[in-house]
């Protein structure tokens, strides 16, 4: 799924600002603890992969069962990161933000 490519690491090629000297570096993004209320930001537009711009509302929906299949993912995540989702399971709420 798409959510689990954001916790995913990368590679970066960093400069020295002062002696200029290239080094490779690994960054991820990791959560350890989640709030009380986890809010999805879900993206309804399309870029223009050439420019950059938004240029149309892209039409899609997402029901239940995909967002249930995305927690549960992230659920997954959780246990692997630090062995309890516990959290996401007492307390599970949804907050849908139209546009």
Do not use: D, W
Not at 20 to 31: D, F
Not at 44 to 55: M, Q, S
């Amino acid at each position: 799924m798409l959510i689990l490519k954001q916790f995913e690491s990368e590679v970066l090629e960093l400069t020295c600002e002062k002696c200029k000297v290239g080094k490779e570096a690994e960054s991820a993004y990791q959560i350890n603890s989640l709030p009380s209320v986890l809010v999805f930001h879900l993206k309804r537009f399309e870029v223009n992969p050439h420019t950059g711009v938004l240029f149309k509302r892209a039409s899609f929906t997402i029901s239940v069962r995909v967002l249930m299949r995305v927690i549960m993912s992230l659920m997954s995540v959780m246990e692997k990161v630090n062995g309890s989702a516990e959290m996401i399971r007492t307390s599970l709420r949804f907050q849908k933000t139209m546009h």
